[in-house]
């Protein structure tokens, strides 16, 4: 390049005119813009008509001078603005934040990156201070054989000695697992092998897993509407996790023993 650029300049002395371009022309495009060309030399070095808009550097017929008469300009963006809040309250949602174009990009220069970025957020409690996130934290969960070896009696000393709370049974339907449940087949993890995609579950609330205070069993789904998708976490094996929607509460669980777990 070096030694053309050396050739043209010495061609220019001998030739006024000959090194007509782009900044003789006066011309710099953006994009592909047919009118907008020059009379000299190509950089594959062929004279006659050349361009000086962006596409020419795709079409490889640039004026020689192109990327002295037009350097590239890449854009360049401000800072992040602070994260928006959530849009409401007790219902997953987003946060936004933005970014401004300070510099637009020219004459094949970088192109701008991502202006907007977007992320969950979910806030806990009501405008008027309730709170309300048992439907959206994950619900933690075991086989019912578990519930052979733990009594409806609280162990707790929160729970009254004297109070026998019957809980409350809630049912969902499962749309989606890892891989890594199907894995499982140590004694005390092999229940894990039986959850599938698009069944109903039946999920037992009952002390020590159910607050003393609220009555309620962390990630119990209760306030949800159905159709929003909760989340679930085997115990014994963190890998093992999906998502489900909530059917409805129940007393009493009645689904067959392969799909009968226990919050924890």
């Not at 509407?225 to 963190?238: C, E, F, S, V, Y």
Request: overall charge positive; proline content about 6%; some cysteine.
């Amino acid at each position: 390049m070096r030694t053309l650029w050396l050739a043209l300049c010495a061609l220019a002395r001998l030739w006024p005119g000959a090194l007509a371009g782009c900044t003789e022309a006066g011309r710099c495009c953006p994009g592909r813009d047919a009118s907008c060309f020059a009379r000299g030399w190509r950089l594959d070095r062929v004279y006659g008509t050349c361009f000086c808009d962006q596409a020419c550097l795709l079409t490889g017929d640039c004026c020689f001078d192109y990327t002295r008469a037009c350097p590239a300009r890449p854009c360049i963006v401000g800072e992040w603005s602070p994260w928006s809040g959530c849009a409401a309250q007790c219902k997953p949602m987003a946060r936004v934040r933005r970014r401004l174009v300070q510099q637009e990009p020219r004459n094949g220069g970088a192109p701008c990156p991502a202006l907007e970025e977007r992320a969950g957020c979910l806030e806990y409690t009501t405008p008027q201070g309730q709170a309300c996130g048992h439907a959206f934290v994950p619900a933690f969960i075991t086989t019912s054989a578990f519930n052979k070896e733990r009594t409806r009696h609280a162990a707790s000393p929160q729970w009254s000695t004297v109070t026998e709370d019957t809980g409350y049974c809630m049912e969902f339907k499962t749309e989606s697992l890892t891989h890594h449940c199907a894995l499982e087949n140590r004694p005390l993890t092999r229940w894990m092998q039986y959850l599938r995609e698009g069944y109903t579950v039946c999920v037992d609330c009952q002390p020590p897993a159910m607050n003393s205070v609220s009555l309620r069993c962390s990630g119990d789904g209760l306030d949800s509407d159905g159709n929003q998708t909760l989340h679930w976490q085997a115990i014994g094996n963190p890998r093992c996790q999906g998502t489900w929607k909530k059917v409805r509460r129940v007393d009493q669980c009645s689904c067959p023993a392969v799909h009968s777990f226990i919050f924890i």
